[in-house]
């Protein structure tokens, strides 16, 4: 404890030096700028010049100086020391030390202490020397860094633009930075040959190698806060191979927008490479249907209801109803919103959604206006050893809380599906399938809008295939993987979730609703750049497609036609309808061959129908 303070003590007596000795400097320009502006105003002519009366007025000039500049924050530490945002503040200081030193050359009858132009030149040579010394005093300092930073890490900077400007500020300006940029990377050809604090960009990503070798460079930091994933992926596979570390800067969401520090750098994660962009979202129509409404969310615990919680929250619902049957998903989805978890909000609501009696019970108690259905059973092969648990869940479960919206007179309902649900081969596609039916046949019944939204995997929900890649390096390894080409659509949660609420406003009754997901990523190669980055050797093995997966994902199913909506990232497709009758008296106690069979029936009576009902090539009429 004593050597903190001690240290503390150290730091705050340098940083009071510092700026006495830069308010000292400063005085010192405002005088040789007025002896010498003086003396150029008489040609010269050391006769005519009259320094009696610079003598006078120095102290005044002295005095506005140090007090404008510790009003500007000059003195006190509030700018990086010649920086942009220092230069700055020089000025305003200068201007009003100026506006004073005019003043009191007035207040005198007779002859001016201090000729007028030579105010104004003095003026202007005080500012060239407290400009000139910060940015001399900087080269130096930064030039005493390079001599002495032969055991720190040489990295090669991707990006010439604000954020590898940043970036390098940071590394040249911290002493204590274990990073030493040395060469500059950027494609922008009108950017070959520029020098940010005398690192040069070199080239295109093609010269990579070649900056590796010239400048002996160890790490290749990306710094583009907004750099996308294929670009992310293409770097990575670019530096790996050359044994250069990879590192990159958070990006603009994660920097809340304070400027880049050399702590903020770090290693790339899978959001890096499989995230992309922040997704534009029309908050202005997002909340016309959410503000001053009621609001419900089923599986509130879950990775996808609690992402939905968070975001509804932001957007002044006069009620969010949080849903769940798991009273630890619930304590945490309320710590996250209001940082406190007493479990005593009205809010929470521990249910069920398989007990349609309390689901009725409470939906028609609560009124709710918009119902955000995001519980369910998700996890491929335990749904494939136990279907009929998909079948009380994703199918009874699904049709308890459509009852319970329509008797509640629920507007909007969105139903949270997926892509397994297109061309289904599986229980969960099966089940989520029926799931988008039952939400198609409810929106013909009710006035309100009752749609499904369907997408792929989220990066980092709990039980994802990169939580156990995480998991398996954490433990050594290694990293399983079924096949070498099977291939999944990933979104991160933030942007699944904004387009899950923007469909909510742009949706039409029993339209499936279908999330943008880019270009599908093979697991493998994301099992193989996440064993590149990790910091011990990980192997990789291959144990086989499980029952009931597919190699490539599906966004849109055989017969389905796809449309495009008001969002540039959101299509649709009109879902077949399923009747609530061919659900309700279904046996579940059979065996697993019979509760297979049953929701492969259901499926192939949505098949049936749309085939029945299609129209014009485009859609089918679910009223017919």
């Not at 009366?53 to 010649?82: C, D, N, T």
């Not at 699904?398 to 949270?416: D, H, K, P, R, Y």
């Not at 599906?554 to 990232?569: A, I, N």
């Not at 497709?573 to 579940?588: G, N």
Request: glycine content about 8%; some cysteine.
């Amino acid at each position: 404890m004593r050597d903190a303070t001690n240290r503390l003590a150290w730091y705050q007596n340098r940083a009071l030096q510092k700026r006495v000795v830069q308010a000292t400097c400063d005085n010192i320009a405002w005088a040789f700028g007025l002896y010498f502006a003086t003396l150029f105003r008489y040609g010269l002519d050391f006769s005519r010049a009259e320094f009696g009366g610079i003598a006078r007025m120095l102290p005044i000039v002295w005095i506005a100086q140090v007090y404008a500049g510790r009003s500007s924050g000059l003195y006190r530490g509030k700018w990086v020391f010649g920086s942009f945002e220092e230069v700055a503040a020089v000025a305003r200081t200068l201007a009003v030390s100026t506006a004073v030193l005019l003043f009191a050359d007035a207040v005198p009858r007779g002859t001016r202490p201090i000729p007028i132009l030579a105010v104004f030149g003095g003026a202007v040579i005080a500012f060239l020397l407290q400009g000139g010394l910060r940015y001399t005093w900087r080269l130096v300092q930064e030039r005493r860094f390079r001599m002495r930073a032969t055991e720190r890490t040489r990295v090669i900077v991707f990006g010439a633009g604000s954020g590898g400007m940043q970036a390098i500020h940071a590394m040249l300006r911290d002493e204590f930075s274990p990073l030493l940029p040395v060469a500059i990377i950027d494609d922008d050809p009108d950017k070959q040959g520029l020098s940010i604090m005398g690192v040069k960009v070199i080239g295109g990503r093609t010269k990579i190698s070649a900056a590796k070798l010239r400048y002996e460079a160890d790490m290749l930091l990306v710094a583009l806060p907004s750099a996308d994933a294929a670009l992310m992926r293409e770097i990575i596979d670019l530096s790996v191979p050359l044994d250069l570390d990879v590192r990159v800067l958070p990006s603009v969401h994660e920097l809340l927008g304070h400027a880049v520090q050399v702590a903020d750098i770090r290693l790339p994660n899978e959001r890096d490479f499989l995230g992309r962009h922040q997704v534009e979202t029309d908050i202005a129509s997002v909340a016309s249907y959410i503000e001053g409404k009621i609001v419900a969310v089923t599986g509130a615990g879950g990775s996808i209801g609690s992402e939905l919680c968070r975001q509804l929250s932001t957007l002044n619902p006069a009620q969010l109803i949080m849903i769940d049957r798991d009273e630890s998903a619930l304590h945490t989805v309320q710590l996250s919103l209001e940082g406190r978890a007493l479990l005593d909000s009205p809010n929470l609501v521990l249910l069920d959604i398989r007990d349609r009696h309390r689901v009725k019970e409470l939906f028609c108690d609560r009124q709710p206006d918009v119902v955000f259905h995001a519980a369910a059973l998700k996890h491929l092969p335990l749904l494939e050893a136990h279907p009929v648990e998909a079948l009380k869940s994703n199918v009874w479960g699904t049709l308890s809380v459509l009852e319970a919206s329509a008797a509640a007179g629920v507007t909007t309902f969105i139903n949270i599906s997926t892509d397994k649900a297109a061309n289904p081969c599986s229980v969960l596609g099966y089940s989520k399938r029926a799931a988008e039916g039952l939400t198609a046949w409810m929106s013909s019944r009710v006035t309100g809008s009752y749609l499904s939204v369907r997408f792929g995997n989220v990066l980092g929900s709990r039980g994802s295939v990169l939580t156990a890649f995480r998991s398996q390096i954490d433990n050594g390894g290694p990293l399983t993987v079924t096949h070498p080409e099977v291939s999944r659509f990933f979104m991160t949660v933030e942007e699944a979730v904004q387009l899950v609420v923007q469909a909510g406003a742009i949706g039409k009754p029993g339209q499936v609703l279908v999330l943008d997901m880019g270009e599908p990523v093979r697991i493998a190669d994301v099992a193989r750049r996440l064993a590149a980055l990790a910091d011990h050797p990980v192997d990789i093995e291959f144990t086989g497609l499980r029952p009931g997966e597919k190699m490539h994902e599906e966004l849109f199913g055989d017969g389905e036609v796809r449309l495009t909506s008001q969002h540039e990232l959101i299509d649709s497709v009109t879902a077949p309808p399923l009747d609530p009758a061919s659900v309700r008296d279904l046996d579940p106690t059979g065996s697993n061959a019979d509760i297979v069979a049953i929701l492969q029936d259901l499926v192939a009576e949505m098949t049936a129908t749309q085939n029945a009902y299609y129209v014009d090539g485009d859609e089918f009429s679910v009223s017919a």
